[in-house]
Nanobody, 127 residues
Framework: QVQMVESGGGLVQAGGSLRLSCTAS????????MAWFRQVPGKEREGVSC????????YYADSVKGRFTISRDNAKNTLYLQMNSLKPEDTAMYYC????????????????????WGQGTQVTVSS
């Protein structure tokens, strides 16, 4: 079974930055699109960003464009999310997920097709 572990969450003041990491156990990591989702209690999990098997193709939710950057290091089986200019509304549990082979789908922000998920890392932004 594929295991994915997130890290890097924490408490930060508004305007600050955090860098999340997700390390996967599968040796075929480099061949899959990867995504970040987040969830607030009482709301559905929402897509934050997706990156294709190569670094050139990325997608972002409108709410994070210009502030968040997704990247990956295939040699380390690791996915990253650099979060800058954080806002209180960014407070959520953040999850990484393995998508379809190679490319993000047109509906990359739909959580249903994702097969493997990490346990989540909490991000809290104070005002």
């Amino acid at each position: 079974q594929v295991q994915m572990v997130e890290s890097g969450g924490g408490l930060v003041q508004a305007g600050g930055s955090l860098r999340l990491s997700c390390t996967a156990s599968d040796l075929t990591f480099a061949n899959y699109a990867m995504a970040w989702f987040r969830q607030v209690p009482g709301k559905e999990r929402e897509g934050v960003s997706c990156i294709s098997w190569r670094v050139g193709n990325t997608y972002y939710a409108d709410s994070v464009k210009g502030r968040f950057t997704i990247s990956r290091d295939n040699a380390k089986n690791t996915l990253y999310l650099q979060m800058n200019s954080l806002k209180p509304e960014d407070t959520a549990m953040y999850y990484c997920a393995r998508g379809r082979p190679y490319h993000c789908s047109a509906s990359w922000d739909n959580q249903t097709p994702y097969t493997y998920w990490g346990q989540g890392t909490q991000v809290t932004v104070s005002s």
